[in-house]
Structure formats: structure tokens, C-alpha cells
């Protein structure tokens, strides 16, 4: 009993560093102007709204938040920003979900039959798998409030917690729109490989439903406009339907995806932390990471190929699961919790993006008082005009857009009571020369004034008539 409580203690231990190192990494990202609008300041927007009562409606993107992922597991987040409004709450609800995930791969692989050390090591190797950290630090994202839940659904069927299952597998649909289509995978291998023929079924019929209903009613009606993604797999069609169908009606594009070296590489990728614990007897788990497997090898936007992004967080999942299977049949390269664990840091250390912090968001420190100060001279919740970095310190407001060299200024400037710009670091523009002819423009525009001026970061405030 003492031993057990001992291991239990060293869970608690670890999930909690965890979670603190992995919030304060995010913050001092956030705090270096490196976060985004994509996805920090669209979620830190809509979530400030919901808890004002005001509608949720993205300015960045033009429509409702249902619209976006038909993420309504967002919600409940807004209670947070009823005790103080703040960015920082979405980087430590990431944090700690990423981090709880710990919690249920330990009981996972005692109701394995592995050994407590082993259970342990398992545990780490969730914590170290290069993806949690470097999700973590890019942005925030709903989806990563799932991994520790996917982890909890399958303890709570294997152990016939029904009721605690379908809540958990409800959440989890809420959480974004296309991880349906890893519940409704994950369904099918409850049932037809875990025997566990009601949870099975019910998450079959779940995933499939909610896939249907988001995809092809919520979405479109808060967006007017088909999922945003759809335009990932353009190749195949421009609908969830037609995609679907020509994935089967032609299999010689999808097998040139499929056997392709960069497939190939994301597949390394993927395997290379837990490769020493795969054996193919026992890859069943994985069964409920193929349509998260196929949309990212199939899509033709690279980020979802990589261990940086949030596209191959469902796949986590089952990949520990699959290890943990192995090693309860003795199987695998590594048995040891020694090597298992130094197998985990090797990985984190080559895989893991921890260089960022003295690489990469660095480049901005320069001028970072500038932009705070200007950044405290915005006072009103009028509307703002800034740039990428920035946005997401001032989205606390209905009304605020980015500005980029792509798409470049609004055509009308009238509706904005700010416009702030930093020249030197433009960020989300990537080109000096734009910011500085936008500011020489603003300059001669009778319409704004220039408040604040420090280390080429500008504010503009609208005249008052």
C-alpha cells in the first residue's frame, strides 16, 4: 500500500512540473509578442465575448465561433475569464491538459498488468513525447483539452465506467469538429477489437453523427461556408462529400500520397519516440488513429506532418496505448523503466523545439518595451488595427483585425479607433518595407494621429471630431 501511494505521489509530482513547465514556457512565449492571431487571438477573442454575453463572433474571421470547429467544449472557458479576463487562462488550461494526460496512461498500464517502475516509465514517455511540448508553446488550440479525456473514455471502458465514458466521449466531440472522426474510429475498435460492445457502439454512432451534423449543418450555417480545411484537400474535391468519395474513386492519387518519402518521414517522425516499444501484434490501438493519420499524410498543407503542429495530437493517444499493449505481452525492445526513460529524453532532446527560447523569440526583445507601452495607451475596447503578434494582447475587444503584406490594409480605415505597428518586427506581414510605407501613409492621413513613437513602433489614435 505504501509502495503504491509512493508511485501514485510521483505521478502527482510529475504532472504537476509538467503542467507548470509547460504554462510557464507558453507565457514566455506570449510575453515575447510570439504568440498569434492563428489561434491564440481567435479563441482569446470568442471566449472574452461569450463571458461579456456578447456573441461570440470573430473578427479575424468573420463569423460566429460555431462556425469555426463547432468547438462548443470552448464554452465552459469563459467562466475562467469571469474571474479575470486573460489569454494566460487558455495557456494554462493547455498546459494542464496536456498534462493530465499523464495521470491515465499510468492507470492505463497498471490495468495492463505492467509493473508499477514500468507504469512510471510510461507515464514519462507521455510527458517526454516531443509533441506535447512543442504543441504547447505554438499557440493554443481546443483540441489538446481531448488528449487527456481520450486517455480517460478507454480506462473508463475498460473498467465499465459507462456513464463516465459517454460524458468523455461527448466532450471530446466538442473539443473540434473532425476529432468525430477519430471517436467514431475509436468505436470500431472498441467494438470489434476491446469487445466492449456499449461504449463500442456508442462512439461509433457518435462520431459519425456529430461528423454529419457539424460538418454539413453547424458549420456551414454559422459560417455560410463549407469547413475551413476542406481547402486542404483541394485535389479532391471542394466538399466533405466529394473528397470523401474521390478518396475512393481515385486510389492512384491517394497511393501517390501514401507511398511517398514524405510520408515516409512524418511516419519516422510519429514513431521514432515509442519505436522501441511497437510490435505488430499489438498495433491494434492505432485502428482509431487512421483518419487522423490519413487526413494529415493526405493533406497538402506540410504543417500537418510534423511533430510542431497540433494535427497529430489525436494520434498520441494510441500510439501509448499500443505500447503499453506490447509491453503487457513482454514485447518490445526496451523493458526496463531506466530505459524506456532515457529512450524519452533522447527523443525530447532531438525532437522537442526547446531551442525556440534562445533561437527565435529572441529576435523581437528589442524593441519589446516600445511595444508595451504602446500597448497600454490603448485604453478603450474601441477597435484595433494591428499586427499578428500583437493582436492577441489586445483581442479583448468585438472588433480587432491584423494587417499583413498578403491581403494588406482594409480598404476603410474609418471603423478603427487604433492602429498600432511595429516596423522593425512586423511579423505576420514578414516585409519591413510594408509596414513602413503603411505608417507613411498613416502619417499623412488626416483621419489619425500619432500618439506614441519609440523604437519604430507606432500608435495611431483616430481624431476626435
Not at 492571431?37 to 472574452?48: E, F, K, S
Not at 462520431?207 to 453547424?218: A, E, K, M, R
Request: a positive charge; aromatic letters at 14%; proline letters at 5%.
Amino acid at each position: 500500500m505504501k509502495k503504491q501511494l509512493f508511485q501514485f505521489g510521483i505521478i502527482g509530482w510529475m504532472t504537476g512540473i509538467s503542467a507548470l513547465v509547460l504554462f510557464a514556457c507558453s507565457s514566455i512565449r506570449h510575453t515575447l509578442f510570439q504568440s498569434g492571431v492563428l489561434d491564440l487571438g481567435i479563441y482569446d477573442q470568442v471566449v472574452y465575448l461569450i463571458s461579456q454575453g456578447q456573441p461570440p463572433i470573430s473578427s479575424f474571421l468573420g463569423f460566429h465561433h460555431m462556425g469555426n470547429h463547432a468547438a462548443f467544449s470552448v464554452y465552459p472557458l469563459a467562466l475562467l475569464y469571469k474571474i479575470y479576463p486573460s489569454a494566460y487562462w487558455l495557456l494554462a488550461v493547455q498546459a494542464v491538459s496536456l498534462a493530465l494526460g499523464a495521470v491515465p496512461t499510468y492507470y492505463l498500464a497498471l490495468q495492463a498488468g505492467l509493473k508499477q517502475s514500468q507504469a512510471v516509465a510510461m507515464t514519462a514517455v507521455y510527458l517526454l513525447y516531443p509533441l506535447i511540448f512543442n504543441v504547447n508553446i505554438f499557440e493554443f488550440h481546443p483540441e489538446v483539452m481531448s488528449i487527456p479525456v481520450f486517455l480517460g473514455v478507454v480506462l473508463a471502458a475498460r473498467l465499465g465506467k459507462v456513464l463516465w465514458f459517454c460524458l468523455g466521449t461527448i466532450f471530446i466531440l466538442g473539443c473540434k469538429a473532425v476529432l468525430s472522426l477519430t471517436v467514431a474510429a475509436m468505436g470500431f475498435w472498441l467494438l470489434v477489437f476491446e469487445r466492449r460492445r456499449f461504449c463500442g457502439t456508442f462512439a461509433l454512432i457518435a462520431g459519425i453523427s456529430w461528423f454529419l451534423i457539424s460538418s454539413q449543418v453547424i458549420i456551414p450555417l454559422f459560417s455560410n461556408n463549407e469547413a475551413a480545411a476542406v481547402e486542404r484537400y483541394s485535389y479532391l474535391g471542394d466538399s466533405v462529400f466529394a473528397i470523401a468519395s474521390n478518396i475512393f474513386l481515385k486510389p492512384n492519387i491517394i497511393f501517390g500520397k501514401v507511398f511517398s518519402l514524405d510520408t515516409l518521414e512524418y511516419l519516422g517522425l510519429l514513431v521514432a519516440p515509442v519505436i522501441w516499444g511497437l510490435t505488430p501484434r499489438y498495433l491494434t490501438p492505432l485502428v482509431s488513429a487512421i483518419p487522423a493519420l490519413a487526413l494529415n499524410i493526405l493533406s497538402e498543407k506540410s504543417a500537418q506532418r510534423d511533430l510542431i503542429h497540433q494535427y497529430s495530437l489525436p494520434i498520441l493517444p494510441f500510439l501509448i496505448l499500443a505500447v503499453i499493449a506490447s509491453l503487457a505481452a513482454d514485447q518490445g525492445w526496451l523493458r526496463s523503466k531506466k530505459k524506456i526513460i532515457l529512450w524519452a529524453i533522447l527523443g525530447f532532446m532531438v525532437l522537442g523545439k526547446y531551442g525556440y527560447f534562445w533561437s527565435r523569440y529572441l529576435r523581437t526583445v528589442d524593441n519589446w518595451q516600445a511595444t508595451n507601452q504602446a500597448i497600454a495607451q490603448v485604453q478603450t475596447k474601441g477597435p484595433v488595427l494591428t499586427t499578428h503578434s500583437i493582436a492577441p494582447h489586445l483581442s479583448h475587444r468585438p472588433m480587432i483585425q491584423f494587417v499583413d503584406d498578403i491581403s494588406g490594409p482594409p480598404a476603410d480605415l474609418n471603423p478603427f479607433e487604433y492602429i498600432l505597428l511595429n516596423v522593425r518586427h512586423p511579423d505576420g506581414t514578414r516585409n519591413p518595407e510594408f509596414a513602413a510605407n503603411l505608417v507613411n501613409q498613416l502619417k499623412n492621413y488626416q483621419l489619425f494621429q500619432l500618439v506614441y513613437q519609440r523604437d519604430d513602433v507606432y500608435l495611431f489614435v483616430k481624431r476626435t471630431q
